[in-house]
């Protein structure tokens, strides 16, 4: 059973970082904790490292992360001691690992680390990687990098589906010759359409080989990327400026009318400070829509007229202005060499590259040959990435109303870039577009609908007009009802034009709920919606309810709170075992709200008499086994209870906020249960995780909801 996966490019720049980004996204849904491994770095700055231990929570200190620095490689290697070198790392390797941990390693470039220099005494790189992997009792994922072409004997380029058979054979046999155990193959940024081409020269191989596609968003360098390298200051502009990609780079030098006929789509201006015209051209240019620029770098180290920089700021253009000291020329050639990097400052990248890994690997064989036994627990990292993967597996089409928002707008490229859903954005066309370019986000996969002007409005006008005519609505009344973005997108669902609805990032809970209880109304045989958090703690998952909607439920309705909660918790992993929580554990209290809680726990036992739950229990005694040993010792909830009904919406809602602001805990939700259709809601607070888990979660309440009977 492989405890640990050696990432290993073939040649400098295969593009290993991408195919370990996905392999550890897959690994963080299987084992308890995840470990990372560099043979080598340029020093414990390495930008991998820092990406993979921020996203998967890893604790270890970087300096434990990896075996020498080059300089240190290059030493032992110029003096004929390799030996030495591999002696070091994996020393430092056996030393990083813990127990319980399945460790990543991403293999580092030795023979050939940059174009001028060559490592004198290097082993070959194959070679390297297959002994490392060896001593680490490592699986071995190499990665073959179709983008780089070399001229054959027959005058075609290596990049031709012949011809990467070929490397890929050859990768594979030599491997296997040197003992490594081949795990697969990854053959990263293959054209598409040449991909059944490659896979048929490759199939006779015992194992699979992947084609991970050429994205050009991956590529392409970001300004901040291209500033730093350059070592620029910046005179306008912030940070998602900063974000913008670089896919292609224009000199300023000719008069207006020329220079705007040459502008595209993520071009990053380079032209002398000196020229005011040009500045402010391209900044009209871009906040009129007509072109979504990169960003403006200027030479010469001239500072720009004042003037026009106070202009292009009050237009507000969302560009980064640039300065740099070189000429032009050189800015262009130095900007034209700065490659991309994947690195916990550019998340979008990251995200992009999830996605071009996980719609081309089977990621559910990969882990079946990785074969690394998956945990019987749910941690949090585990809870939140299995969302993805689940709403993956059975796509459903989404309605986010709140279309114009820029954390909404961030969030559906993640999630179109994801797979995780299909996406119906409401609001004007044209204005959603005009601030996605401003964003320098891609939401072309995602349908955008304008409730005032949608050929549906008369449709939905008049079907909430029948669900509503016992409450006096008119057919003219519910016409203005349906233009309001909450009503349009749950009429939408309501008729079948989307499976489920997501809003709240700036609405309140009351207006995005209020027209899911007039219109979809709840499930048959249950008497009340609800909600629930799911409260990702440190080591596990756990479900509180109702911590959003029902301020003071009577027994019947918590009942329904608990077998609803039950059922949510299920469906998303959880075992549950329900507390039901007062002030008084068992029989040692009374009142009125302790006769509460225990009418509800009995109402729950008859109706789901399978279903593991106690009442009235405190707090402490549902979750801490010492306790519970000490208070209620027979019960099969207390101490290891998953789901918590609380009596009333004043103690749910402060103890889920007290949780996650004292434990450090993600509290993902409120997730609505109960609806004959998915709608959730969003805090006004939410980050674009938030929303991106939230409409995983819709969309896997609408698979659950479809399946059923």
Not at 36 to 51: E, G, M, T
Not at 674 to 684: E, K, M, Q, W
Request: proline share 5%; glycine share 8%; net charge negative.
């Amino acid at each position: 059973m492989a405890r640990s996966v050696y990432v290993a490019g073939v040649a400098r720049g295969a593009g290993k970082s991408v195919v370990a980004l996905g392999v550890a996204e897959l690994l963080s849904r299987r084992v308890d904790r995840l470990g990372v491994f560099r043979p080598l770095v340029a020093d414990a700055s390495d930008r991998v490292l820092a990406l993979l231990r921020e996203r998967y929570r890893i604790t270890t200190p970087v300096e434990q992360l990896y075996g020498a620095t080059y300089a240190e490689a290059a030493h032992l290697l110029a003096e004929g001691r390799s030996d030495e070198l591999v002696a070091t790392i994996v020393d430092r390797y056996r030393m990083a690992s813990r127990p319980g941990v399945t460790t990543l390693v991403i293999g580092s470039d030795i023979a050939d680390r940059d174009e001028d220099s060559r490592y004198p005494g290097a082993p070959h790189e194959l070679t390297f990687h297959a002994r490392l992997a060896a001593e680490f009792g490592s699986v071995v994922l190499p990665v073959v990098d179709a983008h780089r072409r070399r001229e054959g004997a027959d005058g075609r380029g290596s990049h031709h589906p012949e011809d990467i058979g070929d490397q890929v054979r050859a990768v594979y046999h030599t491997l296997d010759d040197l003992g490594a155990a081949v795990l697969a193959i990854v053959v990263n940024r293959l054209p598409l359409n040449e991909r059944n081409a490659l896979l048929g020269c490759v199939e006779s191989l015992p194992i699979p080989v992947y084609a991970v596609p050429a994205v050009p968003e991956l590529s392409a360098p970001t300004v901040a990327e291209i500033g730093i390298a350059l070592h620029a200051s910046m005179i306008v502009g912030d940070e998602a400026a900063l974000a913008r990609d670089v896919r292609n780079i224009i000199v300023g030098g000719a008069t207006v009318p020329t220079f705007l006929d040459y502008l595209s789509d993520g071009c990053l201006v380079i032209t002398p400070g000196d020229r005011a015209d040009l500045i402010v051209a391209a900044c009209a240019a871009h906040g009129a829509g007509a072109v979504s620029l990169a960003g403006i770098m200027l030479t010469l180290g001239v500072p720009p007229d004042p003037r026009a920089i106070q202009l292009v700021q009050r237009m507000d253009p969302g560009l980064a202005v640039l300065s740099v000291p070189d000429d032009s020329f050189s800015t262009v050639r130095e900007a034209s060499r700065i490659e991309a990097r994947l690195s916990s400052t550019t998340l979008k990248k990251v995200e992009v590259a999830l996605g071009a890994f996980e719609d081309s690997v089977d990621t559910a064989g990969l882990g079946a040959r990785i074969a690394v036994a998956r945990s019987e627990r749910v941690t949090p990292m585990m809870f939140e990435y299995d969302l993805i993967e689940r709403a993956r597996a059975n796509r459903r089409r989404l309605v986010l109303p709140e279309g114009g928002e820029e954390r909404v707008l961030r969030a559906t490229e993640v999630l179109l870039r994801r797979g995780v859903a299909d996406l119906t954005l409401l609001g004007e066309q044209s204005e959603i577009n005009r601030r996605a370019r401003e964003l320098g986000v891609d939401i072309t996969g995602a349908m955008v609908v304008d409730p005032a002007s949608s050929p549906w409005r008369e449709q939905f006008a008049q079907l909430y007009a029948d669900l509503r005519k016992h409450k006096g609505t008119t057919l003219d009344r519910a016409r203005d009802s349906v233009t309001d973005v909450n009503y349009f997108g749950t009429l939408m669902v309501q008729a079948g034009y989307a499976d489920g609805m997501v809003s709240g990032a700036v609405h309140t809970t009351a207006a995005t709920i209020r027209p899911a209880f007039e219109i979809i109304k709840t499930r048959p045989g249950v008497g009340v919606a609800s909600s629930v958090f799911f409260m990702c703690l440190a080591d596990r998952v756990l479900v509180y309810g109702d911590c959003a909607v029902n301020p003071d439920p009577d027994a019947e309705q918590l009942a329904d709170i608990a077998i609803s909660s039950a059922e949510t918790a299920l469906r998303f992993g959880v075992e549950p075992r329900v507390a039901m929580l007062s002030y008084s554990t068992g029989t040692s209290g009374s009142g009125a709200e302790v006769a509460k809680v225990a009418r509800a726990t009995a109402l729950v036992r008859n109706r789901c008499p399978n279903l593991l739950v106690e009442g009235p229990i405190q707090y402490d005694a549902a979750i801490d086994p010492e306790v519970a040993a000490t208070k209620l010792p027979d019960s099969a909830v207390a101490g290891s209870a998953t789901v918590f009904i609380f009596p009333d919406l004043n103690t749910g809602n402060n103890t889920y906020k007290a949780v996650q602001r004292s434990a450090r805990a993600v509290a993902v939700g409120p997730v609505l249960q109960g609806l004959r259709r998915p709608v959730n809601d969003l805090s006004r607070g939410a980050t674009v995780t938030d929303i991106v888990n939230t409409v995983a979660i819709t969309a896997i309440q609408a698979a659950g909801e479809s399946n059923s009977p």
